[in-house]
């Protein structure tokens, strides 16, 4: 067709094609999701905003630097450190069996490693009590040995590992089981052993998932108070950990455990921004 043709009919000329936008439908929210949304939000942020609408910020700097609440967060954080330790040293070789061993009824060992996670914390320690306690099985041989755990620091740690070490053995064997186990195959054609494949195909396979999950194993530590409190007690300087402090401060001094909480909240905010990845963000 010619250009004289087009102009006379105009009804010939061919209609430019039609353009979609680029941006995928699916990825885009249903409207009737918004209003849970943001009825899930505001249960979650308006009981933090009315702690902060409860004291007044001038007052922050004195409460925050009592005696009582600089102890309660040292102890609290020297704890939660020793725990994050204590569970890598013991959930990561745990997180391996986990995700690479046969061993019959693995099923049941998942469950057992994840019972911490459901159960009341309470109960844990309880258990931990009546294990190691002056009554317990071992505690009657520790304290034959002149050792006495209950009531100590070394029962806050051992509380805090109880309850905190199953997220760093889920987020490592999901790195694990996510990365495959060619790897490991290959190395062991080429003749390595078992102990030589573990350090030099194993540890580097669980590095990417390891920063997130001893940061939550962390977060879950310093928050602890049910196992604590039953386990450890609740001593000044000793055992009483941050939140243990707001529990004591919350039935003398309101504005005191206000101000603690408000602390608390904001580590554990700082936690949280630092385990989340920006891997994340970009996949949105």
């Known amino acids: ?23 995928p439908l699916a990825g885009a929210v249903p409207a009737p999701l918004w209003l849970p949304a943001g009825c899930a939000l505001a249960l979650i942020v308006l009981p933090v905003l009315g702690l902060l609408g409860r004291i007044d910020p001038t007052r922050l700097p004195a409460l925050l630097t009592s005696p009582a609440a600089l102890a309660a967060l040292k102890l609290s954080l020297q704890t939660a450190l020793a725990s994050t330790a204590l569970s890598l040293l013991l959930g990561g070789p ?68 109880f309850v905190a070490m199953p997220f760093l053995v889920v987020g490592l064997e999901g790195t694990l089981r996510t990365s495959g186990a060619h790897y490991e195959r290959i190395a062991a054609t080429l003749g390595a052993g078992p102990w030589l494949t573990f350090r030099r195909i194993t540890v580097p396979l669980l590095l990417p998932g390891l920063g997130s999950s001893l940061v939550l194993t962390f977060a879950r530590a310093l928050g602890e108070f049910g196992a604590t409190i039953t386990f450890a007690g609740s001593l000044q300087g000793v055992t009483r950990t941050l939140p243990l402090a707001i529990y004591t401060q919350a039935q003398s001094d309101v504005d005191a455990a206000v101000a603690m909480s408000l602390l608390l909240i904001a580590i554990a905010l700082l936690v949280i921004v630092a385990a989340r990845p920006k891997a994340v963000e970009g996949r949105a």
Do not use: C, H, N
């Not at 004289?4 to 353009?19: E, F, I, S, T, V």
């Not at 099985?137 to 805090?160: C, H, M, N, R």
């Open 94 to 161: 745990l997180a391996v069996v986990l995700a690479r061993s046969k061993l019959p009824g693995l099923r049941v060992l998942r469950a057992l490693v994840l019972l911490p996670l459901v159960l009341p914390p309470v109960v844990g320690g309880l258990a931990l009590l009546y294990l190691l306690g002056r009554t317990g099985p071992f505690g009657d041989l520790l304290e034959s040995a002149g050792v006495t755990i209950p009531y100590t620091t070394t029962a806050v740690v051992l509380a805090q590992t």
């Open 1 to 23: 067709m010619s250009r004289d043709d087009g102009a006379a009919m105009p009804w010939l000329r061919r209609k430019p094609a039609r353009r979609f936008s680029a941006q």
